[in-house]
């Protein structure tokens, strides 16, 4: 199988949805209902114009496994609305998500290491991302293990979260 990372635009908002939907049906799966809850992403329409939002004001990526959608990330110059802002330049990851049919490929590594490379090109040494914070820190090692160093953790609601970042 040949993974490409192909430049994405709002024409992949439906494709974007289908792989939040699928994530949400495999994590469920797994007995975890707390990160992303029960519903599909593509049934709630503040999610929807959520995810619009986010593809519009940054650059949405799309892996693709021979051709079909695999997974996708969004990056922007600003983190979500409930992450304090830094005091210089960064890239910040939003919807890194695999196509639930994908995982265990590498899919999620591939466009970390891809949203490096585009830090790296737009002259900004700071990526970060945030996560889910439950669930055992499962999610957060997986950023570690790309080589993102945890910084502030919070809460949203009743829901754990933690910024990581990494030096590029």
């Not at 949400?24 to 007995?31: E, I, K, M």
């Not at 209902?33 to 999610?47: I, L, N, V």
């Not at 593809?55 to 990330?73: H, M, N, Q, Y």
Request: charged residues 25%; hydrophobic residues 40%.
């Amino acid at each position: 199988m040949t993974l490409t990372i192909r430049k994405g635009g709002a024409d992949d908002v439906p494709a974007i949805l289908a792989m939040l939907d699928s994530a949400v049906v495999w994590l469920n799966a797994r007995g975890n209902t707390e990160q992303w809850g029960t519903e599909p992403w593509s049934a709630r329409a503040s999610s929807v114009e959520r995810v619009k939002e986010i593809v519009a004001s940054g650059t949405p990526w799309i892996a693709e496994l021979d051709g079909r959608p695999a997974g996708t990330v969004t990056l922007t110059p600003h983190p979500t609305p409930y992450v304090e802002p830094v005091d210089e330049p960064e890239v910040y990851v939003h919807l890194l998500v695999t196509d639930a049919r994908c995982h265990g490929r590498g899919v999620g590594a591939a466009l970390l290491a891809h949203a490096v490379e585009e830090t790296r090109r737009q002259g900004v040494s700071l990526l970060r991302v945030d996560c889910y914070a439950g669930g055992e820190g499962r999610l957060v090692e997986f950023y570690e293990d790309q080589g993102f160093t945890r910084t502030q953790a919070f809460t949203v609601k009743d829901w754990p979260g933690q910024v990581l970042e990494q030096r590029v």
